[in-house]
Every structure is written in structure tokens, then in C-alpha cells.
């Protein structure tokens, strides 16, 4: 064959240059368009402290949702940070901290518990709040399961065939415990979808007892009887927090302020499914634009509505509160 011939057989580099080109303009157009709109990928960040300093860590907000659920329902149960270390860390290992409907044989879920060892149906094992109060069922049941280290604790209760693999994820999930639990304040903060539909503060307010229990606030209302007029704004969620955590003069111990920032990032890592738009306590406030258009987390500052009283107070009853307003 010639050598003219042989250069005529060969497939032309043209076209597929092309498409490569084409690709990579659409890529970037796309890239382009969602900048100009400012709107971000949604996720979220916890780190060791309100000031940023330290070691962070990012995750989905279907992830921070779920370690919000985990949290709560240990908290719930009177346990200490160190057991809700554990399950986070368990739970990250076992689904990434996601609400999966598979894995090894019949396992399921958050904890990937598995119905045939009796951990419960598999519409039980798959409802978040019920697959954690089952791992921390079996958490309590380990002697000095605090004093252990956390892939001992972890591992008694779940069996695994992997039972170094917790170790790993301590990091992380103290980083989430902690301010998951209050500890640390103003350290968690998500960048939530721009949503078309509006929230709902019944429903908001339906989520949270459901995780914490009935005690949690027994007068959190949603357009209750608060404000000076007698009605708070519809579409806000007020959470007093109880009377016996704070003073008299109306300022926060350090029990009422762990309380309130505990509610506070569990109402931004549920943010993105219930459509929150807007979270404050302690003179903080946290808004999901803000995060979404600037990557913005907490700043100084009152609520969306100049609240009445200081930031974060009821002007009713002088007590401190949980403000989460909804997107309308």
C-alpha cells in the first residue's frame, strides 16, 4: 500500500478534537450560568470553631441532615457527647451517613442494621430516628462504652467483619458531635438548594419533636402567640428555650446556650429538605442565601424581622429562643 493511501485509511483527528472542544465549552457555559446565578453546590461545612481556626469538614446536606437526626436522638436520651461521637462515626462508616435502601445481604439504612438480626422491619430500620435509638439501644448496653476506645464501643454493637474501620472516622464525627450536641457554637453551615416551593413551619416544627421529644419546647409554636401584637410572623418557627436554663435577668447560662445552638444547627442541617430560609439565637444569624450566593456562614446580627427585645430573645417572656423562619 502507498504511503498516500496509508494516510487516507487513517481515521481524521478533526472531528474528535472538535467534539472534545465542544464539550468543554458546554462544561464551562454550565460552570458560567450557575456562578451568575449564585447559586452553589448544596453542602455543608462543620468546623472546630466560630472563628473557622482548625480542622473542618465537608459534607452533603443530605449527610449533615441525617448526623443532625443521630444527634438529636441521643441528646434526646440524656447521653453524653462521646456516645453520639459514636454513632456519627459508625454511621459514616456504614453509609456515609446515608438513608440507603441496600448493602451487605439485607442490611439497610443509616447504621446498616439488618432485619434478619432483629433490629426491626425494614421500614423501622429505614426511618432515620428509629435506627438511631436502636444503635444507641445496643451503645448503652456496653459496659464503660465511653471510656472505650471508639472502635471497641462501635464494634460491640455492630458486629462488624471490619472492625478497625470506625477508628478512622473519629475525626470527623467529633467535629459534627460537637456542635451537633452545642458545644460549639456557629460552627455549622450549609449552602442549601434555591428551592421553588415553600417550607412549611408545621412541618418544621412536626421534625423537631419528632427528634427531640415533647420536651424539647413544649410552647414551640408556629405563628404563636409571641410577638407584641399577640402573633408572630406566619412562616416562623419561636423556641423558647425552658425558663429553668436561663437566668433571671433573661441571659444564657452555659446549659441555655448549648441548647440553643444545639436546636440552632439542627434547624440549618435540615435546612435544605424543609426549606429554611433563615436561622438566629444568640445574637447570630445564619441565612440560606447568603451561604448559597457567598459561601457566608454565620454573622452578627438579628433576624430577617428586627427582633423585639435583642436578637434571639421573646420579648413576651424575656427568655431566650430559637428563631427559624421559613421559606415563603
Known sequence: MSKHASSAARPSRVPRSAVAFCVLLLLVGYV???????DRAAR??????????GPSYELSTEMAANAATIS?????RGLPERAVTIALATAIQESSLRNIQHGDRDSLGLFQQRPSKGWGTPKQILDPVYSAGKFYDGLVEVPGYS????????QRVQRSGFPQAYAKHEPNASLLAAALTGRTDSALTCATTKGTTAGDAVKVRAELLRAFGPDVAPKAVSAGALGRSGTSPAGEVLIPLPPALVANDGTRGSK???????LAHWAVARADGLRIDEVSYGGKVW????????GEGWRSGAAGEPARGGAGQSAKTGHDEVRIRIAR
Open 72 to 76: 438529636a436522638v441521643g441528646t434526646r
Open 32 to 38: 458560567a450560568v450557575q456562578f451568575i446565578a449564585g
Open 44 to 53: 455543608c461545612v462543620v468546623r472546630a470553631s466560630s472563628s473557622g481556626a
Open 147 to 154: 471510656r472505650l476506645p471508639l472502635t471497641v464501643a462501635a
Open 256 to 262: 441555655a446556650s448549648k441548647r440553643g445552638w444545639e
Open 287 to 294: 441565612r440560606a442565601e447568603d451561604a448559597r450566593t457567598s
